[in-house]
Structures are given as structure tokens and as C-alpha cells.
């Protein structure tokens, strides 16, 4: 049976662990953004003293966690192309789903805020958690359901070409998305563009089990390279700009993040997974937008990261990635767990 025929592909569980790394590393990569400030956006920045080799290697493992977490976003759209490259009809209702779960916690975390007495009721407010894309409560939602209805379009479109012909379309979308020098200018702030790019490698990789040019050696090799380059760009930043102590820097999507994300999808799309670790994820991985939705409320988030925020200064510096994987962990495991029941009584239908 040719790739270009071959059926859809059945659920594979480091896909499956891959689903949860992701959703997990979003709310690691929240924990920095909002929880520490790295960026300043409630006054000082988060800094990493530079005094000594203890404190540069603090500071190295809180950025390489950072680094790493940047990957999720783009490795959640990945998967979806691996398992959607076939998929030739529109899927409302996969898309009724989302929009169901996101209205769901949308409006139920609202009420239980403005009955916890955290915020003042609004009939306006509620209402716009009926329209979570038309109001653009959640951008990863918005952008995530406009990919899913051109789904058929890209699916079909994919389907009449070569596996050459192929590769040269990811080689030109490659240079059209990647940040320097025409991303800025090509990717559209609500990332649709990058999504449908990432959708497509993802389609490539499950039609020809490869990339171009790349072996699954050299895809480690250059995955630890651009993980190298990343971290020395992060440092190099430091010294430019004469910080000290250091600060965790971040980068985009379209930036040595891209490449790095694809390297690392598709290494894990060609490995396995250890037998124990399967037996587990049917219980997780499902759930795991429900994360997303809960925490990153738009008006839940940020009582819940001031908090987190203020808890961690209380504790020393040294402390700090362990206290950014556990608060992570503290706020994942809820949600599944909530989202589980969530799905019990309503009978999986939405």
C-alpha cells in the first residue's frame, strides 16, 4: 500500500505521552511567563544572579526548562497533522467538541469566580464566553479551530503531489515561516499561518515516515545543536545588553524553535514507548485541553499566577526549578482530574 493511500493512523502511545509533555510544558512555560515575570509585566523581571558557576548553572537549567518548553505549542499542532493528513471531510464535529469545552469552562470558571467573590458579575462578560472565537478569549482556540476547518483543503491539496514536490513545499514554507528574515513578515500574529505550516510537516512525516534530507541521527545531532544555539543566543542577549544578574529569556515560535520542534516530533514519532508509561496515558491524555482552558482563563489566570508569583519568593533561589515542575504539576493534575468527571457525567458527548 502506498504512503499516499495508506488509512488513518491508530492512536500510538508516544503520541499519546507527546500529548501530555506538551500540555504539561505549556504550563511550565506559563509558570515563567506569568508566575516568575520574566518579562516584567507586573514591574521587576525575574533575574538569576551571575556571580559564580553555581549560580550560571541555576541559571542555565531554568533556561534550557524555558527553551524546552517552547516547543509544546508547535508539537501539539504537529501531532494533529500527523493523525489529520487524511482526513478529506470537515470535521464539525471535532470542532462542535472544542468550541463545547471551551464555552463549557469558560462561563463555569467565570460563575465560580464571582462566587468566590473574585469578580463582579457581568452579563456582557458572560455572554462573550459563548463566542470564545468571535471574541478571541483563548488565541491557541481561535487559531487551533480556523486550522481544523481547512483541514480538508490542505488534506486534498497534499494528497495530489509527490514526496519531492512535497519536500519543496515544507522547504519554501520553512523559509517563508521562519523568523529571520520574512516570518515577521509572513506569520500573522494569531499564528494561523505557522499552524497550517507545522500541520503540513506533521502530514509529511506520517505519508513518508521521514523528512527531507534527515535521518533520525542527524535529527538528534541537529536537535542538540539548535538547543546549543538557543541556549548561546539566550546568553549572548545577557552580555549585549550588559544584564546582571541574568535574565530567562524566551523566543518565538517561528524562531530556532521551529526547527527544533520539528527535529524533536519527528524523532519521537520514530520511537517507542515503554509499556508502563502506555498503560497510563489513556487516563491523561485524553483530557489534557481542559488544561489549557482552566488555567489559562482569562480572568482565572492571572489571580492564580500572582499567587503562584507570590508563594515562590518566600522559598531560596536554588529551589526554583523544582518549584516551577511542581506548581506545574499542582495545577495539571487538577485539571485533568476535573476534566474526568466533567467527562463522566456528561457522557463524553462533549
Known amino acids: 500500500m502506498s504512503a499516499q493511500s495508506q488509512p488513518a493512523a491508530q492512536r500510538l502511545p508516544q503520541f499519546e505521552l507527546l500529548r501530555v509533555l506538551c500540555m504539561f510544558g505549556i504550563v511550565v512555560n506559563h509558570f515563567f511567563t506569568y508566575g516568575l515575570d520574566i518579562y516584567g509585566l507586573n514591574g521587576?523581571?525575574?533575574?538569576?544572579?551571575?556571580?559564580?558557576?553555581?549560580?550560571?548553572?541555576?541559571?542555565?537549567?531554568?533556561?534550557?526548562?524555558?527553551?524546552?518548553?517552547?516547543?509544546?505549542?508547535?508539537?501539539?499542532?504537529?501531532?494533529?497533522g500527523y493523525f489529520l493528513t487524511y482526513t478529506t471531510d470537515f470535521r464539525l464535529k471535532g470542532i462542535f467538541r472544542v468550541w463545547?469545552?471551551?464555552?463549557?469552562?469558560?462561563?463555569?470558571?467565570?460563575?465560580?469566580?464571582?462566587?468566590?467573590?473574585?469578580?463582579?458579575?457581568?452579563?456582557?462578560?458572560?455572554?462573550?464566553?459563548?463566542?470564545?472565537?468571535?471574541?478571541?478569549?483563548?488565541?491557541?482556540?481561535?487559531?487551533?479551530?480556523?486550522?481544523?476547518?481547512?483541514?480538508?483543503?490542505?488534506?486534498?491539496?497534499?494528497?495530489?503531489?509527490?514526496?519531492?514536490?512535497?519536500?519543496?513545499?515544507?522547504?519554501?514554507?520553512?523559509?517563508?515561516?521562519?523568523?529571520?528574515?520574512?516570518?515577521?513578515?509572513?506569520?500573522?500574529?494569531?499564528?494561523l499561518v505557522l499552524f497550517i505550516y507545522l500541520f503540513l510537516v506533521g502530514g509529511y512525516i506520517r505519508r513518508f515516515a521521514s523528512l527531507p534530507c534527515l535521518s533520525r541521527t542527524r535529527c538528534a545531532i541537529l536537535s542538540m545543536c539548535l538547543f546549543l544555539a538557543m541556549m548561546a543566543v539566550a546568553v549572548v542577549k545577557n552580555l549585549m545588553d550588559a544584564h546582571e544578574p541574568f535574565l530567562i529569556y524566551a523566543m518565538g515560535y517561528t524562531s530556532l524553535v521551529l526547527p527544533f520542534s520539528i527535529c524533536l516530533f519527528f524523532m519521537?514519532?520514530?520511537?517507542?514507548?515503554?509499556?508502563?508509561?502506555?498503560?497510563?496515558?489513556?487516563?491523561?491524555?485524553?483530557?489534557?485541553?481542559?488544561?489549557?482552558?482552566?488555567h489559562s482563563h482569562p480572568h482565572f489566570q492571572n489571580w492564580m499566577w500572582h499567587a503562584i508569583g507570590q508563594s515562590v519568593t518566600s522559598f531560596p533561589l536554588t529551589l526554583?526549578?523544582?518549584?516551577?515542575?511542581?506548581?506545574?504539576?499542582?495545577?495539571?493534575?487538577?485539571?485533568i482530574a476535573v476534566e474526568r468527571v466533567r467527562h463522566l457525567f456528561s457522557g463524553g458527548k462533549f
Not at 538569576?48 to 518548553?69: I, M, R, Y
Not at 462578560?125 to 480538508?152: G, K
Open 100 to 191: 463545547m469545552q471551551t464555552v463549557f469552562y469558560g462561563l463555569v470558571v467565570y460563575l465560580l469566580m464571582v462566587a468566590a467573590g473574585l469578580e463582579v458579575f457581568s452579563l456582557q462578560q458572560a455572554v462573550r464566553f459563548f463566542f470564545p472565537v468571535a471574541t478571541n478569549r483563548y488565541w491557541f482556540i481561535t487559531t487551533y479551530i480556523a486550522l481544523m476547518a481547512v483541514v480538508p483543503f490542505l488534506s486534498r491539496m497534499v494528497s495530489g503531489i509527490d514526496r519531492r514536490t512535497y519536500g519543496i513545499l515544507l522547504a519554501v514554507g520553512f523559509v517563508l515561516c521562519f523568523q529571520y528574515p520574512f516570518g515577521e513578515m509572513f506569520v500573522d500574529p494569531q499564528q
Open 320 to 335: 526554583m526549578p523544582l518549584l516551577c515542575l511542581a506548581w506545574s504539576a499542582l495545577i495539571f493534575v487538577p485539571c
Open 44 to 80: 521587576s523581571a525575574f533575574t538569576v544572579p551571575a556571580d559564580g558557576f553555581l549560580d550560571a548553572a541555576l541559571w542555565g537549567v531554568l533556561e534550557g526548562t524555558k527553551l524546552l518548553s517552547l516547543v509544546s505549542v508547535n508539537c501539539f499542532v504537529l501531532i494533529t
Open 268 to 294: 519521537i514519532a520514530r520511537a517507542g514507548c515503554p509499556v508502563f508509561i502506555s498503560r497510563v496515558l489513556p487516563a491523561v491524555s485524553p483530557y489534557v485541553l481542559a488544561v489549557y482552558l482552566i
